[in-house]
T-cell receptor
Framework: GAVVSQHPSWVICKSGTSVKIECRSL??????MFWYRQFPKQSLMLMAT?????????EQGVEKDKFLINHASLTLSTLTVTSAHPEDSSFYIC????????????FGPGTRLLVL | GDSVTQMEGPVTLSEEAFLTINCTYT??????LFWYVQYPGEGLQLLLK?????DKGSNKGFEATYRKETTSFHLEKGSVQVSDSAVYFC???????????????FGQGTILTVHP
């Protein structure tokens, strides 16, 4: 149990386009989902926290108008990178948190974004 | 704020060697502590966790004990295998007012390479 999927697993796009990444909890309902960004050989940086049906809470320094997060249901959250630029190229990872499971977060496999 | 400090890597060991990866933390209240593992090209997987002082988390031969007096959660394994080669992240979730808010704070990660 506790499987989280992400789609797509990798994407290449042109500069200026927008890219949507989906994060789904497959066998449980996630009260909260998190979005992280990971640079090569570095740790995960939390970008934002989203709760179903409410606005996402962004970490300091993360542009909310650039990284749009929608958490439409208890099993789906989406991250849209708007007007992507080469510096947005990174590995984006989501996680889902279910209260009562000992504060454990379950991570998706990640989405590698390359902006040309 | 909360923080996690891991020993700097990379760590290179021969198969069957003993492994220790140090982790210390700073947090208010009573955090839950985690070790996550990231295999090459994959997302993070929960390796083990401990939710209160003196708890020992264990999985796949790895162990870590929640030491509140030294604010540490060191990861150990008695005999490593080549398949243990990965990046290991120590992390914590904090508590506020008796409620876990689920936000993970990660250490910087330690790269482990095990040679045959």
């Amino acid at each position: 149990g506790a499987v989280v999927s992400q789609h797509p697993s990798w994407v290449i796009c042109k500069s200026g386009t927008s890219v949507k990444i989906e994060c789904r909890s497959l066998d449980f309902q996630a009260t909260t989902m998190f979005w992280y960004r990971q640079f090569p050989k570095q740790s995960l940086m939390l970008m934002a926290t989203s709760n179903e049906g409410s606005k996402a809470t962004y970490e300091q320094g993360v542009e909310k108008d650039k990284f749009l997060i929608n958490h439409a249901s208890l099993t789906l959250s989406t991250l849209t990178v708007t007007s992507a630029h080469p510096e947005d190229s990174s590995f984006y990872i989501c996680s889902a948190h279910l209260s009562g499971r000992g504060e454990t977060q379950y991570f998706g496999p990640g989405t590698r974004l390359l902006v040309l | 704020g909360d923080s996690v400090t891991q020993m700097e890597g990379p760590v290179t060991l021969s198969e069957e060697a003993f492994l220790t990866i140090n982790c210390t933390y700073t947090a208010t209240g009573y955090p839950s502590l985690f070790w996550y593992v990231q295999y090459p090209g994959e997302g993070l997987q929960l390796l083990l966790k401990a939710t209160k002082a003196d708890d020992k988390g264990s999985n796949k031969g790895f162990e870590a004990t929640y030491r509140k007096e030294t604010t540490s959660f060191h990861l150990e394994k008695g005999s490593v295998q080549v398949s243990d080669s990965a990046v290991y992240f120590c992390a914590l979730t904090g508590w506020a007012g008796g409620t876990s808010y689920g936000k993970l704070t990660f250490g910087q990660g330690t790269i482990l390479t095990v040679h045959p």
